[in-house]
């Protein structure tokens, strides 16, 4: 995919540029300080990390973030997106507070605004304390209740200086990779019946969104993954199949959050009293968080269906199935690299909930290349720009762009083995390298905020 050597259209003034991080993939420091395992130490722990990379190191960011904090000054953004673990701030998952925790999430938020960047952080980003996972996780009602205490005590500490908070990151990965398939930790391959994970972390969201609330926090919204679905055939089980997909991991998260209601049939599915739940959950947001990386493309069950999700197995008993989308393109990850597809989303976005979608911010968007010269990423990015523009001049009011990530991280159950990094993290000794693309990018930043003013 060749880099148009035109350059980018103008976004408004006042559009946010960032890039984005999360805890469990950089931090490191694993038992430092009073810090409790997460779900996903025990994870790596019991071998489910693909290529052994030690996550407990990660990119040792714990230590190192005055380094990464002067790289994200020197692409000159506006935001940095990183998360809080909940283990290091509450060891326990309930309990006492670990003010040790804490001191940390204070030194990089100090950080942060010495060098003129808004910190931007999300409370839940796939680190459950142990405690809780092995409680039952995000299937009992009581992990949303502590996780509203948790964002009760981060916000007491740090939001006399943080203007824009996340909740949960992508519910949909964590209740279809770890809990419907198994692939992602907690383990647990439950299929359909993984739905009230789905219903705790929604529960969990709004009563976070309500403590951040009463704390004083005044921009407030979460960071949810969306793929336009696409049908694979003409066939009336190609349409039922595309539809059910559609509705599980599109609007069975986004309808509750945005209309206060689930898709007809998955009301009665989830527990609780789950009217009374809803309006918690359907508390006012002030953005809604997208992340896009590409579509699914989904049909009927078939033998020569794709036999992955994201790269995990797609279990034979599910009634659909995915298949290959044709592109020129792919990452190192083999998805399929569609940058149109992120105009469409936010489109249908916008076509789907009308008034009742807050103001978008692109929350993660980016891509696994290897190589400290990686124009390929330079070409993903610079398309993925284009297309958002697309989407606020078709009437999608778009405030911000966090690309997918600072540096190289821990890629889940991947390891170090995909590198979605501006910056390469060798991981033996943490050296950082900035890449072709961090250049790149900053350039970018440079220019849209001269011809905005800034």
């Known amino acids: ?148 205490e948790y964002a009760a005590a981060v916000a007491a500490r740090i939001g006399d200086r943080v203007p824009l908070w996340m909740t949960v990151n992508e519910p949909a990965e964590v209740t279809l990779l770890g809990y419907a398939l198994g692939e992602h930790a907690p383990g ?121 999700f994201a790269g995990v197995g797609m279990p034979a008993e599910l009634p659909f199935g995915l298949r290959e989308i044709a592109t020129d393109e792919r990452t190192d990850f083999g998805w399929p690299v569609v940058p149109d597809g992120l105009r469409e989303l936010l489109v249908s976005l916008k076509d789907r909930y009308g008034d009742r979608l807050p103001p978008v911010v692109v929350t993660e968007n980016g891509c696994s290349y290897d190589g400290i010269d990686d124009r390929r990423r330079i070409a993903f990015l610079d398309a993925h720009l284009r297309s958002l523009h697309e989407a606020m001049t078709s009437g999608v009011d778009v405030r911000g762009y966090f690309t997918w990530s600072l540096t190289d991280n821990i890629e889940w159950v991947e390891g170090a083995s995909q590198r979605f990094g501006l910056v390469h993290v060798d991981y033996e000794t943490l050296r950082r390298t900035p890449k072709a693309s961090y250049a790149w990018y900053r350039d970018v930043i440079a220019e849209q905020k001269r011809r905005g003013g800034r």
């Open 188 to 308: 647990r391959r439950l299929l359909f019946d993984a739905l009230p994970a789905a219903h705790h972390q929604l529960l969990g969201h709004g009563l976070a969104v309500q403590a951040l609330r009463a704390a004083g926090a005044a921009d407030v919204g979460l960071a949810a993954s969306h793929s336009p679905v696409w049908t694979a055939g003409d066939s009336d089980e190609d349409r039922f199949a595309a539809e059910l997909y559609d509705t599980v991991t599109n609007r069975l998260f986004a309808d509750p959050l945005l209309t206060g209601a689930y898709p007809d049939g998955f009301a009665e599915l989830m527990p609780g009293p789950v009217a009374d739940d809803l309006a918690v959950i359907a508390q006012p947001l002030d953005f809604y968080g997208v992340n896009y990386y590409h579509p699914m493309l989904v049909g009927a069950p078939a033998p020569d269906a794709l036999d992955g």
């Open 1 to 148: 995919m060749p880099i148009p050597t035109e350059p980018l259209p103008a976004f408004p003034p006042g559009f946010r540029w960032g890039a984005a991080a999360s805890a469990f993939q950089t931090e490191g420091a694993a038992d430092a300080d009073g810090k409790g395992p997460s779900g996903w130490d025990a994870f790596a722990a019991a071998g489910r990390i693909k290529d052994g990379a030690d996550a407990a190191r990660g990119t040792g960011f714990y230590d190192r973030f005055p380094e990464d904090v002067a790289l994200l000054a020197g692409l000159g953004a506006d935001v940095f997106r990183f998360s809080v673990s909940w283990p290091r701030v509450v060891p326990g998952g309930s309990g006492p507070v670990n003010a040790r925790g804490l001191d940390f999430y204070d030194r990089l938020v100090d950080e942060l605004h010495a060098h003129g960047i808004t910190p931007a952080p999300t409370l839940y980003h796939w680190d459950t304390p142990l405690p809780l996972d092995e409680a039952g996780g995000w299937l009992r009602r009581d992990t949303a209740e502590r996780f509203a």
